[in-house]
Nanobody
Framework: QVQLVESGGGLVQAGGSLRLSCAAS????????MGWYRQAPGKARELVST???????YYADSVKGRFTISRDNAKNTVDLQMNSLKLEDTAVYYC????????WGQGTQVTVSS
């Protein structure tokens, strides 16, 4: 069963913007705060941002002021608006519960070039 599907990645120049989307199964979305994670080549997966049902958010220091997370409780989706992208933002981006106990999806590749 496909439970988490990420989309919206691509190739973008430094300083540009991308909007990532995550479609989650109702079972995951309804009972969990949601988060975006990323994994750069040769590095561990890291938490980028989370959002709870009441709208409370968290951002890693590296993305504060540049990324915005949002969720649509009716559509079971979580988006990540990424602005002012930097080379170091290059990674595969994944969504999951904020406490990631579910199987990971395939992620979506974000590549930032100069």
């Amino acid at each position: 069963q496909v439970q988490l599907v990420e989309s919206g990645g691509g190739l973008v120049q430094a300083g540009g913007s991308l909007r990532l989307s995550c479609a989650a199964s109702p079972r995951i979305f309804s009972f969990n705060a949601m988060g975006w994670y990323r994994q750069a080549p040769g590095k561990a997966r890291e938490l980028v941002s989370t959002i709870s049902h009441d709208g409370s958010t968290y951002y890693a220091d590296s993305v504060k002021g540049r990324f915005t997370i949002s969720r649509d409780n009716a559509k079971n989706t979580v988006d990540l608006q990424m602005n002012s992208l930097k080379l170091e933002d290059t990674a595969v981006y994944y969504c999951n519960a904020a406490r990631p106990t579910y199987n990971w999806g395939q992620g979506t590749q974000v590549t930032v070039s100069s």
